[in-house]
């Protein structure tokens, strides 16, 4: 029997993960039974391409569009009136049809943030070369509060979140599988950024993984300076990596454009009249007409984004918060909750944004040692111990700095869950660092080492389960929800 389990470890892992991660992330992921965040405006606007309206949306459609295939494909609906969304950007429960199921349009962003944790473990095991450490961090993935509840929702993040660990995991593969880098490499990427740029346009940061890829293509001719030979490259594998991108991107748009055939109760949102007239023509999937529409669907998401007002913390009920705040999970966010008093008893099922904080702090402690290492090997000349890992460690830093610097100038107000992307690169870093600190225990499977590991990793699911009422909607009493408000600045507002 061990002769077998060693034979197929390198399945057996992953597949227990998996079957753990669909558990977690799906198990009655169509409760509640209620709109809640943005629900409110991703279900109208999937519904939308479904029977083929126009509309227009802040973001890219492709989250949408995958909700509206998961929910024609599906059909838990199928019967029911639900035109009264066609006819409005933002809908209530009472626009929903008697009997609604949300399992269709909730269904993308759950299974594919389930799935994700195939990328992630596939991630730490390239680059580590150790099955038990990429096994016990993809836990973080698993078993984090924040991520599980924001996903089992017909929202964008969970979406976005696997296209981003497929780029990632794409790229590590090709710079681990100790062949050439050949241009597909570049074109593939290019695909996955631009999945991920379609869903939200924040994932314009996997535009670095381009970055990464041709300097682990051309680092000897980088250093070497030979330029000519650098500029070469630059010629081919630019066009190479940005052309697909760009039809990605364009491509999602354009079957957007060419699905809205009508428009539902005179909404415009400020369409141009030509624009119009290439709808009431039926001229929405020639190229002119798509032209004419992505100019304006550009133009509405700029308007958009200049009129999101700015953060006001002394606003009552704001939600939004600074992200300098958010590693340490300011500001958590209630999305819903749901009051019943029995003999003078309340219990309240919440669902609430809040993080796992053992996740959440050890990321921060992860990146303050990657950072502290990063700084003593450029600025100290200290030696380093294992030269591809502390690479992979740079990246890994960078990308989350580089994330959060960008966030930190915009201007609008933005929400705890925006930091989830940055999340998932210090997850990943966390995972790299022990490695690096312990990678001579590691190698010699040190019983005390793995014993810790495994003590970490039992710390994360014990703490996960103790704040899964909030995540899962489990009726608490508010004496039970002040058991749970363990730091002010996550402002937990308690039900009573």
């Given at each position: 029997?061990?002769?077998?389990?060693?034979?197929?470890?390198?399945?057996?892992?992953?597949?227990?993960?998996?079957?753990?991660?669909?558990?977690?992330?799906?198990?009655?992921?169509?409760?509640?039974?209620?709109?809640?965040?943005?629900?409110?405006?991703?279900?109208?606007?999937?519904?939308?391409?479904?029977?083929?309206?126009?509309?227009?949306?802040?973001?890219?459609?492709?989250?949408?569009?995958?909700?509206?295939?998961?929910?024609?494909?599906?059909?838990?609906?199928?019967?029911?009136?639900?035109?009264?969304?066609?006819?409005?950007?933002?809908?209530?429960?009472?626009?929903?049809?008697?009997?609604?199921?949300?399992?269709?349009?909730?269904?993308?962003?759950?299974?594919?943030?389930?799935?994700?944790?195939?990328?992630?473990?596939?991630?730490?095991?390239?680059?580590?070369?150790?099955?038990?450490?990429?096994?016990?961090?993809?836990?973080?993935?698993?078993?984090?509060?924040?991520?599980?509840?924001?996903?089992?929702?017909?929202?964008?993040?969970?979406?976005?979140?696997?296209?981003?660990?497929?780029?990632?995991?794409?790229?590590?593969?090709?710079?681990?599988?100790?062949q050439p880098i050949r241009l597909h490499h570049y074109a593939i990427l290019g695909i996955l950024v631009g999945?991920?740029?379609?869903?939200?346009?924040?994932?314009?940061?996997?535009?670095?993984?381009?970055?990464?890829?041709?300097?682990?293509?051309?680092?000897?001719?980088?250093?070497?300076?030979?330029?000519?030979?650098?500029?070469?490259?630059?010629?081919?594998?630019?066009?190479?990596?940005?052309?697909?991108?760009?039809?990605?991107?364009?491509?999602?748009?354009?079957?957007?454009?060419?699905?809205?055939?009508?428009?539902?109760?005179?909404?415009?949102?400020?369409?141009?009249?030509?624009?119009?007239?290439?709808?009431?023509?039926?001229?929405?999937?020639?190229?002119?007409?798509?032209?004419?529409?992505?100019?304006?669907?550009?133009?509405?998401?700029?308007?958009?984004?200049?009129?999101?007002?700015?953060?006001?913390?002394?606003?009552?009920?704001?939600?939004?918060?600074?992200?300098?705040?958010?590693?340490?999970?300011?500001?958590?966010?209630?999305?819903?909750?749901?009051?019943?008093?029995?003999?003078?008893?309340?219990?309240?099922?919440?669902?609430?944004?809040?993080?796992?904080?053992?996740?959440?702090?050890?990321?921060?402690?992860?990146?303050?040692?990657?950072?502290?290492?990063?700084?003593?090997?450029?600025?100290?000349?200290?030696?380093?111990?294992?030269?591809?890992?502390?690479?992979?460690?740079?990246?890994?830093?960078?990308?989350?700095?580089?994330?959060?610097?960008?966030?930190?100038?915009?201007?609008?107000?933005?929400?705890?869950?925006?930091?989830?992307?940055?999340?998932?690169?210090?997850?990943?870093?966390?995972?790299?660092?022990?490695?690096?600190?312990?990678?001579?225990?590691?190698?010699?499977?040190?019983?005390?080492?793995?014993?810790?590991?495994?003590?970490?990793?039992?710390?994360?699911i014990a703490v996960f389960a103790f704040f899964a009422p909030l995540t899962y909607g489990i009726a608490i009493?508010?004496?039970?929800?002040?058991?749970?408000?363990?730091?002010?600045?996550?402002?937990?507002?308690?039900?009573?």
């Amino acid at each position: 029997m061990l002769g077998t389990i060693k034979k197929y470890a390198p399945w057996l892992i992953p597949a227990l993960l998996l079957i753990i991660s669909l558990l977690v992330y799906m198990t009655n992921y169509n409760s509640p039974r209620a709109l809640f965040w943005d629900e409110n405006y991703h279900i109208a606007a999937a519904q939308k391409h479904i029977d083929g309206v126009m509309y227009m949306e802040p973001h890219p459609p492709l989250g949408k569009m995958l909700m509206a295939a998961s929910e024609a494909l599906l059909g838990v609906n199928s019967g029911k009136d639900k035109s009264a969304l066609n006819g409005k950007t933002y809908i209530t429960h009472d626009d929903l049809p008697s009997g609604f199921s949300y399992a269709g349009m909730r269904l993308p962003s759950t299974l594919m943030m389930a799935l994700s944790v195939l990328f992630f473990y596939g991630i730490v095991r390239r680059i580590t070369g150790h099955r038990l450490v990429a096994a016990a961090f993809s836990c973080l993935l698993i078993f984090d509060n924040a991520l599980v509840v924001h996903s089992r929702a017909a929202m964008l993040e969970g979406i976005q979140l696997f296209f981003i660990l497929a780029a990632l995991y794409y790229l590590v593969r090709s710079a681990t599988q100790n062949q050439p880098i050949r241009l597909h490499h570049y074109a593939i990427l290019g695909i996955l950024v631009g999945l991920g740029v379609a869903v939200k346009v924040n994932g314009a940061v996997l535009l670095l993984l381009m970055v990464v890829l041709f300097f682990i293509d051309q680092w000897d001719n980088v250093k070497h300076w030979r330029l000519l030979a650098v500029f070469k490259r630059l010629c081919t594998s630019v066009p190479s990596a940005v052309l697909p991108l760009l039809a990605v991107f364009f491509g999602v748009f354009y079957l957007h454009i060419a699905m809205g055939t009508s428009i539902a109760n005179n909404m415009h949102y400020k369409a141009s009249p030509e624009y119009l007239s290439v709808i009431r023509e039926g001229r929405t999937h020639t190229p002119s007409g798509f032209i004419t529409g992505m100019k304006d669907h550009w133009r509405f998401m700029a308007e958009y984004a200049d009129g999101v007002p700015r953060l006001d913390v002394c606003k009552p009920g704001e939600n939004g918060s600074a992200a300098v705040g958010w590693p340490l999970g300011t500001k958590s966010i209630s999305y819903r909750w749901d009051k019943n008093v029995i003999q003078g008893q309340s219990w309240v099922r919440h669902i609430y944004l809040v993080a796992n904080p053992v996740v959440w702090f050890s990321v921060v402690f992860g990146l303050v040692l990657s950072i502290s290492l990063i700084v003593s090997r450029f600025v100290y000349r200290q030696p380093v111990k294992d030269k591809p890992l502390f690479g992979w460690i740079c990246v890994f830093t960078g990308l989350y700095l580089s994330y959060m610097i960008a966030v930190m100038q915009i201007e609008r107000v933005m929400y705890l869950y925006h930091y989830l992307v940055a999340l998932i690169f210090g997850m990943i870093n966390l995972a790299l660092m022990f490695q690096y600190l312990f990678r001579d225990d590691l190698l010699a499977n040190n019983r005390h080492t793995l014993i810790n590991l495994g003590l970490f990793v039992a710390l994360v699911i014990a703490v996960f389960a103790f704040f899964a009422p909030l995540t899962y909607g489990i009726a608490i009493t508010p004496e039970q929800f002040e058991l749970r408000e363990w730091f002010n600045f996550w402002q937990l507002n308690n039900v009573r």
